[in-house]
């Protein structure tokens, strides 16, 4: 990166030293940094999600931070806590436990609430149950997904990496609510 010369003359004079060190760190460090924070988080994030059938890689491919701001004129203080459970989901594949009380966070319940199925996984409440339709159907989704999508397109409506402020927001009450009323009636972790 930098040559002889660069070297020399720097050592004279403090500019020149601030001009290459702040190349370096820009030119070098940051490039290596941010490589080795992609490889791993391809490592982490080819982890497949039993409970969604997908890694979170397949909904998130690009590693990105972004804040939350764009759904803060839609959501009021009490949502923000389905916007956690609805991350917290798209992260573990998992239900949501500890969030409320629960004393661990487990991939399958042992029986559905509402249809008695056993061993439940957190797609069944989202997608299959009968026993969730009429909460889907009073959902603000109801415009942009169906259940009766593929099982694949129907998981990436719901958690494949920002659509727009409003489907973000209602993708996230939607979820949040489902499993805080299925936890709230499941029997307790
Ligand atoms: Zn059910």
Redesign the pocket.
């Known amino acids: 990166m930098a040559q002889g010369d660069d070297l020399t003359r720097a050592r004279g004079d403090a500019k020149r030293r601030k001009v290459l060190v702040t190349k370096y760190k820009t030119q070098v460090v940051f490039p290596a940094l941010c490589s080795r924070d992609d490889a791993e988080f391809h490592r982490a994030s080819s982890k497949f999600l039993l409970g969604l059938g997908v890694t979170y890689h397949d909904l998130v491919p690009q590693r990105f931070s972004e804040g939350w701001d764009w759904l803060l004129p839609l959501l009021n203080v009490e949502d923000w806590k389905l916007v956690k459970v609805w991350a917290f989901t798209r992260l573990t594949g998992k239900w949501p436990a500890t969030l409320v009380g629960g004393s661990e966070n487990v991939a399958t319940l042992l029986q559905?609430p509402?249809?008695h199925?056993q061993h439940?996984a957190v797609l069944?409440?989202l997608y299959s149950?009968v026993?969730t339709l009429a909460d889907f159907l009073d959902s603000d989704l109801m415009p942009y997904v169906s259940r009766q999508f593929p099982i694949q397109c129907f998981v990436a409506s719901l958690f494949h990496s920002s659509v727009s402020a409003e489907v973000d927001a209602a993708r996230a009450k939607f979820v949040g609510r489902i499993f805080l009323r299925i936890l709230s009636e499941a029997a307790p972790l």
């Open positions: 559905c509402r249809c199925q439940i069944h409440s149950c026993g």
